[in-house]
């Protein structure tokens, strides 16, 4: 389904239990992680919600976040050509190409008898837009990196293709999205948000700003960190940020 103008397709969707999928040209209300909100000029991006019914365990939530972050990234990939070596996954669900930010994922569950009953997946993918007005620190688009334009519609069902087709076989699912996960290998500067909520200016370190690698994903989504003097440290989201 296809709707011009709406507050929020995640929204849209919750709102009408019978629909499965539901793309929009301009969002009113749209919104990211933590109730962040997400620009997108009309028309020219690819904003859409989608609806998956898995029934598996509550504890599971992280495998249905890994599933789309690595369909979105395959779908993405597939049109990058030889740029893409600069894609990645920048935990938990963000798409990254180089230090810049090209899609955002918001997935909300419902929980019914400890299972997952019903997740809405929502995405916002910057295909055209070359121009932001608002102080999103790192945007990007596809259009900015390839010169071409894109055609919503089409990257949708590609997208939505790839997500069938990882559900299907889920064998390789954190082998995937650890080898496609940003800032993988090697040692880069982060900060812990519980010392320090205020932001990092211009990517400079604080005091708070300590150096490690990823060591793992544990199965609920959490990141550990190795320090240098070989601590491990594991962070739920918004407990440690990038300093980039």
Known sequence: MFIETINSTNDYLKQHPDETV????????????????????RGQNLLFS?????????????????????????????????????????????????DKKLAGILIEHTLSGGRIADSIVGIGLNLNQTMWRSDAPNPISLKQIT???YDAEHMMQAFLKELADLMANVSYLKQEY???????????????????????????????????RIADITEHGELVLQTRDNQLRTYHFKQIKYIL
Request: aromatic residues 12%; charged residues 25%.
């Open 22 to 41: 539901v793309r929009t040209a301009f969002q009113t209300a749209g919104r990211g992680q933590q109730g962040n909100g997400w620009e997108s000029e």
């Open 50 to 98: 989608t609806r998956l019914k898995t029934s598996l365990p509550a504890d599971e939530q992280w495998t249905i976040n890994m599933l789309v972050s690595v369909a979105l990234y395959k779908t993405i990939h597939a049109k990058l050509s030889t740029l893409n070596a600069k894609l990645s996954i920048k935990w938990p669900n963000d798409l990254y190409w180089g």
């Open 147 to 149: 010169g071409e334009e």
């Open 178 to 212: 650890m080898s496609a996960l940003y800032r993988r290998e090697g040692w880069f500067w982060w900060e812990e948000r519980e010392v320090s909520t205020a932001p990092t200016m211009n990517g400079q370190r604080t005091e708070q700003s300590f150096e490690a």
